[in-house]
């Protein structure tokens, strides 16, 4: 997992609350568990006029002009700005996977699904939550300037605006951590393997009938 500790970044405003799993990456896209090549796939029944399935070219597919994400001036995001309840829905490890995979790093919004917003953190992702008014206020300033990007730094806890204004934002010290470290669940257990291989040796003296076969 590629560590989070600075970025400054494109936002790109989504600008509907309760987006759903499904409409993050549709069921179709779930037959791969490789984490990689989503990011095709992401929004598609919003990113594209066409149906979408796997393995589909789809640099030959009709875009939909009015979804945000096809406009030239959000081109290259990497900071999704969304409205309440964001990941909603199936508990489907593959959204996170899709937004990290088209270029995300971080998610910005007032609310997101509880289950949605633990799998960001294991994929690499950042998910803030802001008050209703910050997040109005962001809205406001992304649509009004092209290129509107913000700084965020995760040591500080702070994301600066283009003007200078920063922008406090609470985050799980242990999240905090693993995002800065780069640490998946895996990745985070393989830290202590000399200590398990050594509590594991213990218990096969101790209690030998446990490891025979």
Same mark, same amino acid.
């Given at each position: 997992?590629?560590?989070?500790?600075?970025?400054?970044?494109?936002?790109?405003?989504?600008?509907?609350?309760?987006?759903?799993?499904?409409?993050?990456?549709?069921?179709?896209?779930?037959? *791969?568990?490789?984490? @990689? +090549?989503?990011?095709?796939?992401?929004?598609?029944?919003?990113?594209?006029?066409?149906?979408?399935?796997?393995?589909?070219?789809?640099?030959?597919?009709?875009?939909?002009?009015?979804?945000?994400?096809?406009?030239?001036?959000?081109? !290259?995001?990497?900071?999704?700005?969304?409205?309440?309840?964001?990941?909603? !829905?199936?508990?489907?490890?593959?959204?996170? /996977?899709?937004?990290?995979?088209?270029?995300?790093?971080?998610?910005?919004?007032?609310?997101?699904?509880?289950?949605?917003?633990?799998?960001?953190?294991?994929?690499?992702?950042?998910?803030? @939550?802001? +008050?209703?008014?910050?997040?109005?206020?962001?809205?406001?300033?992304?649509?009004?300037?092209? +290129?509107? *990007?913000?700084?965020?730094?995760l040591e500080s806890q702070s994301m600066k605006t283009p003007t200078g204004d920063r922008i406090h934002f609470e985050i799980?010290?242990?999240?905090?951590?693993?995002?800065?470290?780069?640490?998946?669940?895996?990745?985070?257990?393989?830290?202590?393997?000399?200590?398990? !291989?050594?509590?594991?040796? /213990?218990?096969?003296?101790?209690?030998? /009938?446990?490891?025979?076969?």
């Amino acid at each position: 997992m590629k560590p989070l500790v600075h970025i400054t970044g494109i936002v790109a405003p989504l600008n509907q609350s309760n987006i759903d799993t499904d409409a993050i990456l549709p069921k179709q896209f779930l037959k *791969s568990i490789r984490r @990689t +090549g989503f990011g095709a796939y992401l929004f598609d029944e919003l990113r594209y006029l066409d149906h979408g399935e796997p393995g589909q070219d789809c640099s030959r597919r009709p875009l939909n002009p009015d979804f945000v994400l096809n406009q030239p001036r959000y081109r !290259g995001a990497s900071i999704l700005l969304a409205r309440d309840n964001f990941g909603c !829905g199936s508990s489907r490890e593959h959204a996170p /996977w899709a937004l990290e995979d088209f270029g995300f790093r971080v998610l910005i919004a007032p609310s997101f699904a509880d289950i949605f917003y633990q799998n960001c953190f294991k994929n690499g992702l950042l998910p803030i @939550t802001l +008050g209703t008014t910050e997040i109005d206020a962001l809205f406001a300033a992304t649509e009004a300037q092209d +290129g509107y *990007s913000l700084s965020i730094d995760l040591e500080s806890q702070s994301m600066k605006t283009p003007t200078g204004d920063r922008i406090h934002f609470e985050i799980d010290p242990y999240k905090k951590q693993c995002l800065l470290e780069g640490l998946d669940d895996v990745t985070l257990v393989l830290q202590h393997e000399s200590e398990i !291989g050594k509590y594991e040796t /213990w218990r096969s003296v101790v209690e030998p /009938w446990l490891f025979r076969h």
